[in-house]
């Protein structure tokens, strides 16, 4: 297990170089600067800020500059936030979008393995072709169709939920994790389903059965374990995409997360706001995924020399 750990650190090293390297030449790269969008200012004025932030500098060392005060753990302070650190925004609004994703993916493992083992039980029939009809539905429609579609409906045709907040009145959580959620529920239910069809066509649940075990106690204690490997797998990928993807949900539903800082930033040209978050969200990628592999290994032996 030790030696897994040490081969994903491996990688995942020069990944996290490449990313803070990629986005830094990006974000340097597009036209404008972080200042054209404020109030006409003197040249002495806009020379002073661009010596505060280190702008008037050759971009190469900027970006040495900057690797060194990462390596060090500092962010450096926001451009459309002076008072206030990369650092500090974060740990504002990583907290509920952590919640958020936490939600969507216990609704999505809900709602999708139930959905896969039905499928799995039943295959080739109705209880088969429903679910995987509705999760190949949930896979083709995005989020950001998704969000305003059910606020449509349930905000505002029928009023049974708020369609804007996070934890301001009842109820206002459920369409954001719906929304954020439902694709990787179809996702959770489709690899459900191959895992279980897989695991069920195997000599010990043939045994199992021959022994006179009940059909549940068949699939729950001895198939689903293996049948969840390639759900297991999918948990750091998915993770991944649910904190990604929230920045859209965090938009549609006016949600005050991490996503309104990081599209305030794209927009304001908040290079180290930019920067800082995508660093941040590398590496909790990468700690996913790890903490994925780790439980997959962990139920499959056999992964722990891959």
């Not at 059909?215 to 001895?222: K, Q, S």
């Not at 374990?225 to 859209?248: C, D, E, H, K, T």
């Not at 304001?268 to 941040?280: A, E, K, P, Q």
Request: glycine fraction near 8%; charged fraction near 15%.
């Amino acid at each position: 297990m030790i030696s897994l750990i040490l081969r994903r650190l491996g990688t995942a090293i020069p990944v996290l170089l490449a990313v803070i390297t990629l986005t830094f030449f990006m974000v340097h790269s597009a036209p404008g600067g972080p200042f054209d969008e404020e109030k006409a200012v003197s040249p002495e004025v806009l020379i002073k800020l661009n010596e505060r932030y280190n702008l008037n500098e050759p971009l190469w060392k900027q970006y040495f500059d900057y690797l060194s005060n990462v390596l060090q753990g500092d962010f450096g302070p926001s451009f459309r936030y002076p008072s206030r650190s990369v650092t500090e925004l974060i740990s504002i609004g990583l907290p509920i979008t952590f919640e958020l994703a936490f939600y969507a993916i216990l609704f999505a493992l809900m709602l999708g393995i139930i959905a896969g083992v039905i499928s799995s039980l039943r295959p080739n029939t109705a209880y088969d072709y429903i679910p995987m009809t509705a999760a190949m539905a949930g896979i083709c429609i995005p989020s950001i169709i998704l969000g305003p579609s059910l606020t449509l409906v349930f905000g505002i045709w029928v009023e049974w939920l708020p369609v804007t907040g996070w934890g301001d009145m009842p109820g206002d959580k459920i369409l954001p994790v719906i929304t954020l959620g439902t694709a990787y529920a179809a996702y959770c239910a489709r690899l459900t389903r191959g895992g279980m069809l897989e695991v069920l066509n195997q000599d010990f649940i043939l045994t199992a059965r021959a022994k006179g075990l009940s059909e549940f106690r068949v699939v729950i204690i001895h198939a689903l374990r293996g049948g969840l490997i390639p759900v297991i797998a999918f948990l750091g990928p998915a993770m991944a995409g649910l904190l990604a993807g929230s920045f859209v949900v965090e938009t549609i539903f006016g949600i005050p997360g991490l996503g309104r800082f990081y599209v305030e930033a794209a927009f304001n040209r908040d290079y180290t706001m930019i920067l800082g978050t995508s660093i941040f969200f590398s590496c909790l990628i990468i700690f996913f995924n790890l903490l994925s592999d780790l439980v997959a290994a962990s139920l499959n032996p056999r992964l722990r020399d891959q």
